[in-house]
């Protein structure tokens, strides 16, 4: 009887300590997952800015091309 008590104090030890590092294991990974989200958010945000700058440039670019074509109509007319 006392060695089957002992080994279910063993097995029920080792399923505890197996359960927290599934634990500590499962919140790592929680971890891991939010620092890449957080670094690719940012890369995203980097990216986004980049396009938007190059969107306005070529806003202003077409409008002084705009502009310049009305000065070049405008004296003939």
Do not use: H, W, Y
């Not at 939010?34 to 396009?51: G, K």
């Not at 002084?64 to 007319?77: F, G, K, M, R, S």
């Amino acid at each position: 009887m006392k060695k089957v008590l002992l080994m279910v104090a063993v097995v029920a030890t080792l399923g505890f300590v197996s359960c927290n590092n599934a634990q500590e294991k499962a919140e790592k990974a929680r971890q891991d997952s939010l620092a890449e989200v957080a670094r690719l958010d940012s890369i995203a945000r980097v990216q986004a800015d980049s396009i938007q700058a190059v969107i306005e440039a070529a806003e202003a670019a077409a409008a002084d091309t705009l502009n310049q074509v009305i000065e070049e109509v405008a004296p003939n007319q």
